[in-house]
């Protein structure tokens, strides 16, 4: 649940999977600027999974975007 999410990366802030993990629940519901902003700081905390990134299907509302696609850059080595 998103409650039980946010608990969790409340309890451990600068767990990369963690944030990963808030990011996807806060894409599926719709909570399109939340979801990216987890998503970006699971990556400044050394989330690097890209491939998986791209074609989870909890992120799926975020492919279109062009933040996503910068943020999956920084996962594959870009600019952090």
């Known amino acids: 649940s998103h409650a039980a999410m ?3 990366v409340a309890l451990a802030p600068e767990d990369a999977g963690k ?3 808030l ?4 894409a599926r519901l719709g909570q399109t ?3 990216l902003a987890a998503l970006s ?3 400044d905390l050394g989330y690097t999974d890209a491939d998986w990134a ?3 299907a909890d992120l799926r509302s975020l492919r279109s975007l062009p933040e996503f696609e910068a943020i999956l850059a920084r996962m594959r080595g870009g600019a952090r």
């Open 6 to 8: 946010v608990r969790a």
């Open 33 to 35: 600027e939340e979801a």
């Open 54 to 56: 791209a074609r989870d």
């Open 23 to 26: 990011a996807c629940t806060r």
């Open 19 to 21: 944030q990963y993990g």
């Open 41 to 43: 700081r699971s990556v």
